[in-house]
């Protein structure tokens, strides 16, 4: 099981043994503790829960808080399934660190994309616009016609301005640069979603 959450840390670059560069993305991940044990019988599906992260008892509802077991006041929880009948290797109260990990390895890695706001199709959705000539005047981002026929109501799924940004954005075949165990720090090749300081999943692919 290779699994680990950790916090984005900033973009970098680091160099190999040839001497080429290679952009890297700073992740300060774990350690983590395993919060709770699921099972088939019990549960209705198999996986191991984790905690990472502190946060203040006062923030944390008395539920949770009985629910860690005094193992810590972690600030976020996050589940690992288990596929098909696979056995879990961890018991409640262990820690999961980069150890985890080998340069090499290839990861997926997800995460809320940074939140844009209140955006345009143009931006949102790569719409060319309107013509700059031949007396438009206002028209050079607006969406156009979003076609009728439908007793005037709007398609469903239909591309228009909106909320843009905050999506959970999973990245796939990112390697593993580098590993520094002793600040626990993962560097993955590439660009990882989210501004400095999201919540990051990082798994095996």
């Known amino acids: 099981m290779k699994f680990i959450l950790g916090k984005k840390q900033n973009m970098s670059q680091i160099f ?11 992740i300060s991940a774990g350690p983590i503790v395993v919060t709770q044990v699921k099972n088939e019988e019990k549960d209705g599906y198999g996986a191991v829960q984790f905690g990472f ?24 929880v996050r589940e690992y399934r288990l596929a098909g009948k696979e056995e879990p290797k961890l018991a ?22 940074k939140g844009k706001g209140f955006q345009g199709v143009v931006k949102r959705h790569g719409f060319h616009g309107g013509p700059r000539t031949h007396g438009q005047k206002h028209s050079e981002r607006e969406p156009g016609s979003i076609g009728g026929g439908l007793r005037s109501r709007v398609p469903k799924g239909m591309r228009m301005a909106g909320r843009m940004g905050g999506d959970r954005i999973t990245v796939k075949n990112l390697e593993v640069a ?28």
Not at 53 to 76: E, M, S, T, V, Y
Request: hydrophobic content about 40%; proline content about 5%; aromatic content about 4%.
């Open 53 to 76: 992260g502190q946060k203040k008892p006062k923030n944390i509802a008395k539920p949770q808080l009985g629910h860690f077991k005094n193992l810590g006041n972690f600030g976020f």
């Open 16 to 26: 190999d043994n040839d001497g080429r560069v290679i952009p890297v993305t700073v």
């Open 92 to 113: 409640v109260g262990e820690k999961v660190d980069v150890s985890a990990f080998s340069v090499g390895d290839r990861v997926s890695v997800a995460a809320l994309s």
């Open 178 to 205: 580098a590993i520094d165990q002793e600040n626990n720090l993962l560097m993955i090749t590439g660009a990882v979603p989210g501004r400095r300081g999201t919540l990051v999943e990082v798994r095996a692919s």
